[in-house]
């Protein structure tokens, strides 16, 4: 049981390329979310999933786009990268609907945008 | 909306005595309030939730939270620090009317030996 995985661990950018960050569950979970964490600014969410199929805009969600076309699977994309994207990108899930439910995360995505 | 405070960005701890971090919320509605742990480098792992009932949580790693409805406050604590509880703690507030959890700014743990 491998939990909540992201691909890739590291990654450098220039300015205006793309790119997608993988993250995979095993849990059968129902919830999937994207976060970006900056010093100082705690996680903000940028974008969500309540179940195969449907997406949902967070609290930063300019200048990136979900897919979620199998359960176990969430994707986030860069279209055109910039250096205010540069951050740590982390992927969660959780097991049903609601805020009541806790959160399990995945390593992590460093992603530098020079 | 709804919203998480964590005053302090870091809180120094001598090895072996007790250890408070503190965190305020505010919610439309009843709260429900977790901790959650950070070790460099590393995703972050829940350690404990309020949800209903008793309004002392206890969670991993011999940490425990205080639920306090008056004060809005839900500070976290462990009677005997570790040198291994040194990371960064966040709290996190959500509520039945609004579907997403709200994060805290984080505050760094530092357990001197």
């Known amino acids: 049981n491998a939990g909540v995985t992201q691909t890739p661990k590291f990654r450098v950018l220039k300015t205006g390329q793309s790119m997608t960050l993988l993250c995979a569950q095993d849990?059968?979970?129902?919830?999937m979310y994207w976060y970006r964490q900056d010093p100082g600014m705690g996680l903000r969410l940028i974008h969500y999933?309540?179940?195969?199929?449907?997406?949902a805009k967070g609290e930063v969600p300019d200048g990136y786009n979900v897919s979620r076309l199998k359960k176990q699977n969430f994707l986030l994309g860069l279209e055109s990268a910039a250096p205010s994207q540069t951050s740590v990108y982390f992927c969660?899930?959780?097991?049903?609907?609601?805020?009541?439910?806790?959160?399990?995360f995945g390593p992590g995505t460093r992603l530098t945008v020079t | 909306a709804q919203s998480v405070a964590q005053p302090e960005d870091q809180v120094n701890v001598a090895e072996g005595n007790p250890l408070t971090v503190k965190c305020t919320y505010s919610?439309?509605?009843?709260?429900?309030l977790f901790w959650y742990v950070q070790y460099p480098n590393r995703g972050l792992q829940f350690l404990l939730k309020?949800?209903?009932?008793?309004?002392l949580v206890k969670g991993s790693y011999g940490f425990e939270a205080e639920f306090n409805k008056s004060q809005t406050s839900f500070h976290l604590k462990k009677p005997s620090a570790l040198v291994s509880d040194s990371a960064l703690y966040f709290c996190?507030?959500?509520?039945?009317?609004?579907?997403?959890?709200?994060f805290g700014t984080g505050t760094k743990l530092q357990v001197i030996p």
């Open positions: 849990m059968n979970h129902e919830y």
């Open positions: 969660a899930s959780s097991y049903l609907a609601g805020a009541s439910y806790e959160q399990y």
């Open positions: 999933s309540v179940g195969e199929g449907t997406t």
């Open positions: 309020y949800i209903t009932g008793d309004n």
């Open positions: 996190a507030v959500g509520s039945g009317g609004y579907q997403k959890v709200t």
């Open positions: 919610v439309s509605g009843n709260p429900y």
